[in-house]
Antibody
Framework: EVQLLESGGGLVQPGGSLRLSCVGS????????MNWVRQAPGKGLEWVSA??????????YYADSVKGRFTISRDNSNNILYLQMNSLRVEDTAVYYCAKDRIAMTTVTALDSWGRGTLVTVSS | EIVLTQSPATLSLSPGERATLSCRAS??????LAWYQQKSGQAPRLLIY???NRATGIPARFSGSGSGTDFTLTISSLEPEDFAVYYCQQRSNWPPVTFGGGTKVEIK
C-alpha cells in the first residue's frame, strides 16, 4: 500500500523559514515524480512544485508564486521528499500536500496518491 | 498559464440523481486532464486521468469525457459518499500544473 506522510508544518512569522518533509513507502520512490500541492483555508488546490524521479533526471519545477523562495529536493535513499520554504509570506498559509505521480519514469501526469497534509501558518 | 474554469460552482442534487460537472480550459489540453474528489478534511483522491480513464478502485458510476477545451465528469447515480468537492487538473502545458476552482456537489 502506498503511503505518504508529511511533517514539518507549524506557525512561522512572515519572512521566516520552514522545511517540510514527506516520507514515502509502498512504492519505488526514486522512480516517480513527486509534487507539493497546497490548499489555503477554504480555497482550492494550487500546485507548488514538482521534482522528477529516475526517468526525468531529477528536474525541478515551481509555480511562479514560490519561485526563488521555495526549493524542492529528495533523498531517494531514504524515500524522503523535502520542501524548503524561505521568505515566507502570509499568503503561503495553507495545508501542504505531498503527492505522487501515477506513472513511473516520466513527467507529471496525474497525482494518484496524496498524504494527509501538513498545515503551515504564516502570521505575526 | 492554462486556466481551468469549472461550472457550476455548486450543484445541489439528491442521492440517486445524475451529476454533470464541467471543466473548460483556456486553451486546448488534448486529453491531458484529470479529475479529483475531495471530501471535507481529507486529501484529494484521483478519480479520472487522461480525460476518460478511471483510476484504480474508482466505481463505474464515475465517468469522464471530452478533449481539447471542454470536459465533463459524470456521476451516473449519486451515492451519499459522493457529496464532495471535485477539481479538474491539466498537465498539457506545464509548468505550471493547474487546477480548476472546484465544483461542490451538495445534498439538496
Amino acid at each position: 500500500e502506498v503511503q505518504l506522510l508529511e511533517s514539518g508544518g507549524g506557525l512561522v512569522q512572515p519572512g521566516g523559514s520552514l522545511r517540510l518533509s514527506c516520507v514515502g513507502s509502498g512504492f519505488a520512490f526514486k522512480n516517480y515524480a513527486m509534487n507539493w500541492v497546497r490548499q489555503a483555508p477554504g480555497k482550492g488546490l494550487e500546485w507548488v512544485s514538482a521534482m522528477f524521479g529516475g526517468g526525468g533526471g531529477g528536474g525541478t519545477y515551481y509555480a511562479d508564486s514560490v519561485k526563488g523562495r521555495f526549493t524542492i529536493s529528495r533523498d531517494n535513499s531514504n524515500n524522503i521528499l523535502y520542501l524548503q520554504m524561505n521568505s515566507l509570506r502570509v499568503e503561503d498559509t495553507a495545508v501542504y500536500y505531498c503527492a505522487k505521480d501515477r506513472i513511473a519514469m516520466t513527467t507529471v501526469t496525474a497525482l494518484d496518491s496524496w498524504g494527509r497534509g501538513t498545515l503551515v501558518t504564516v502570521s505575526s | 498559464e492554462i486556466v481551468l474554469t469549472q461550472s457550476p460552482a455548486t450543484l445541489s442534487l439528491s442521492p440517486g440523481e445524475r451529476a454533470t460537472l464541467s471543466c473548460r480550459a483556456s486553451q486546448g489540453v488534448s486529453n491531458y486532464l484529470a479529475w479529483y474528489q475531495q471530501k471535507s478534511g481529507q486529501a484529494p483522491r484521483l478519480l479520472i486521468y487522461d480525460a476518460s480513464n478511471r483510476a484504480t478502485g474508482i466505481p463505474a458510476r464515475f465517468s469522464g469525457s471530452g478533449s481539447g477545451t471542454d470536459f465533463t465528469l459524470t456521476i451516473s447515480s449519486l451515492e451519499p459518499e459522493d457529496f464532495a468537492v471535485y477539481y479538474c487538473q491539466q498537465r498539457s502545458n506545464w509548468p505550471p500544473v493547474t487546477f480548476g476552482g472546484g465544483t461542490k456537489v451538495e445534498i439538496k
